[in-house]
């Protein structure tokens, strides 16, 4: 075997489960195309020690001080398949490269797939977010809207009120029912049913069909999700339905149900943010070791 690890993700996740690795003097190969989730965000927030400061830094500083370890090897780019072999796996690196590890970490995260309306993608990350635990302090209690993709984002519009006034866009989804508009209006949650036409202004404006311009200093929606490696089932790996998307179902040390196989942040919870990502990869790694040392291959 080339690597006692490979490590398919190299962002919050991968890293943190590298370093786990790393430090038990493990060899290991992290493949990382470069794509962060949070790309478009300016800051990351709710990160201990970390808040307010720019998402790419603390990825890029955390490579660093991955890299310092002699057992780490790093390869940018996409790994395009993996398969199981005689006492591990094969890692298909493209261009006719494969690797080869004892184990394997999935870390490589999920894409995001917004409603199509126009403006709305331009403000992803800047005025235009999924997390109020990650940007709804910044608006400073203002004007917040909820742009709704499907029934799951009455949540959205009965979390938001502790970060601003809100307004829920149902924009033509769902219809809340009786005891949902009672709960909704007991947080202080405007409905509004007119359909969305554009997002447009300094901040995130929505323009109805009508005409009717409603002015807001953020707007949060649930974006559709979808696996950055779409071969995982090859691998045996089973799939849990989260509300924006399917995620790698995994135990509570973040065993995925293919034997050997761990999965960590993004690609393997419904919802997640850097410091859940960092966690994971946590106990992934250290999981990943534990398996090394105590079962057979």
């Known amino acids: 075997m080339n690597f006692d690890v490979v490590i398919v993700g190299g962002s919050y996740a991968g890293i943190s489960a ?21 790309r478009f965000a300016a800051q990351s927030h709710g990160f201990l020690g970390q808040d307010g400061r720019e998402p790419g830094a603390i990825a890029a500083e955390a490579r660093v001080q991955l890299e310092r370890y002699p057992s780490v090897a790093w390869v940018e780019g996409r790994a395009e398949g993996a398969r199981r072999i005689e006492g591990g796996f094969a890692v298909d690196l493209g261009n006719g490269r494969v690797k080869t590890a004892r184990r394997l970490v999935l870390a490589a995260g999920v894409s995001d797939s917004l409603p199509d309306i126009p403006g709305l993608r331009e403000r992803w990350g800047r005025s235009v977010f999924h997390c109020p635990y990650c940007h709804g302090y910044e608006l400073e209690q203002g004007r917040i809207g909820v742009l709704a ?18 307004t829920l866009f149902t924009n033509g989804v769902f219809v809340p029912d009786a005891e949902q508009l009672r709960q909704l209006a007991a947080r202080g949650t405007t409905v509004e049913p007119a359909l969305v036409r554009e997002i447009r202004g300094e901040s995130a404006d929505v323009v109805l069909e009508d005409g009717r311009v409603v002015a807001l200093d953020g707007l949060f929606t649930m974006p559709r999700t979808s696996l950055q490696i779409p071969w995982v089932e090859q691998l045996g790996c089973e799939l849990d339905a989260g509300p924006m998307g399917a995620f790698i179902r995994t135990d509570a040390m973040k065993q995925t149900t293919a034997r050997g196989v761990f999965a960590c942040g993004d690609i393997a919870r419904a919802a997640g943010s850097v410091a859940l990502s960092v ?10 070791h534990r398996s090394l040392m105590f079962e057979a291959d």
């Open 149 to 166: 993709v499907s029934e799951h984002s009455i949540h959205h519009g009965l979390m938001l009120p502790d970060w601003g006034t809100t």
């Open 18 to 38: 590298g370093l786990q690795l790393a430090r038990a003097r493990r060899k290991i190969l992290v493949v990382d195309a470069g794509e962060r989730r949070n």
């Open 279 to 288: 966690g994971d990869g946590a106990m992934a790694g250290a999981a990943t």
